[in-house]
């Protein structure tokens, strides 16, 4: 499959899940909901892999790299996405999630010594001027409620959408390291998923979460639909991606995802963004597409590489 194709199919599926994670919401603490999410993913994947016969065993090294990748892939990211959901509207947290463009370089920049060119910094203060845009009326009014006396849950909520962003822009940059110890994406994928999913299980035991099953038809089809087409298909065409073109660059498909996400949110969520709004909305994923221009950037570890090569 092309990778055009990969990223349409990554980019249409995901505009849509931030609303399907609304339909899980209510019926089972957040965590909960990840943790059967990402078990029937990584059942799913097992099964692929036993029908091809694949061997499942993999060395600890490579263990140590998924169980990393999982937890903040779908661990941290998850709990904290879906927590953030309970607070502000899912094409919010979606145009958030367009900000991993950024976070993204500045982790393999940490992690890896990636230069970070002029572009892309400039890219990221318009980006940031464009959500504060998007969030102002409502942070203004959510700190006149704390002020108050309120809970202040909405700004928790952006809190939250902000720390699944980081996590799982950190989580990306890890992918390439463990399809350096195992190149069988579905299989690494099922067992990174199974890492995450252990994670969050024992988070919510120790949370004190009930682990029910629902009788609500609408939440199991939302859990199949984010488990088969939110995980297992859009990460294997995001992961496949960034083997592909790198990180830095799939992720772009955040430009793309929030356009559905607020769609979804204006025709079944009620919201109903203003002029300041739609003018941050179109600063940050304006930013983005800018962002996309500019060359990708080569690593310190590249560059040594490459010299390494040519050298007789």
């Not at 919010?92 to 940490?110: D, E, K, Q, Y």
């Not at 890492?195 to 120790?206: D, I, Y």
Request: proline share 4%; hydrophobic share 55%.
């Amino acid at each position: 499959m092309s990778s055009p194709v990969l990223f349409t199919l990554a980019s249409l599926i995901w505009g849509s899940t931030f609303w399907a994670i609304t339909l899980q919401l209510g019926h089972t603490p957040p965590a909960v909901s990840v943790a059967y999410r990402f078990f029937l993913a990584a059942a799913t994947l097992f099964a692929i892999c036993i029908v091809r016969r694949d061997s499942l065993r993999l060395p600890w090294r490579t263990h140590r790299w998924m169980a990393l990748q999982g937890s903040l892939t779908f661990g941290i990211s998850y709990i904290c996405t879906y927590e953030s959901e309970q607070h502000v509207v899912s094409g919010l947290v979606a145009v958030l999630f367009a900000l991993m463009v950024f976070w993204t370089p500045i982790w393999s920049r940490i992690f890896f010594g990636t230069a970070i060119n002029r572009r892309t910094w400039a890219c990221g203060v318009v980006a940031t001027a464009g959500v504060a845009l998007l969030f102002w009326h409502s942070i203004g009014d959510a700190w006149r409620d704390l002020q108050a006396g309120g809970n202040g849950h909405f700004l928790a909520g952006v809190v939250l959408a902000l720390s699944a962003t980081l996590a799982s822009s950190a989580g990306s940059i890890v992918v390439n390291k463990v399809k350096e110890q195992c190149s069988n994406l579905p299989l690494t994928m099922a067992w990174s998923m199974l890492w995450g999913a252990s994670l969050v299980t024992v988070w919510s035991l120790a949370n004190g979460d009930a682990f029910v099953l629902p009788s609500s038809t609408t939440y199991w089809a939302g859990l199949v639909y984010l488990s088969i087409a939110g995980s297992v298909v859009a990460f294997f065409a995001y992961f496949t991606l960034i083997g592909r073109i790198g990180a830095n660059k799939a992720v772009y498909i955040g430009v793309v995802t929030p356009v559905l996400s607020v769609l979804l949110s204006v025709m079944l969520e009620d919201y109903r963004p203003g002029p300041v709004e739609f003018l941050g909305m179109v600063l940050c994923l304006a930013s983005v597409a800018w962002a996309l221009r500019a060359p990708a950037p080569k690593s310190v570890q590249s560059a040594t590489l490459n010299n390494a090569i040519e050298t007789p």
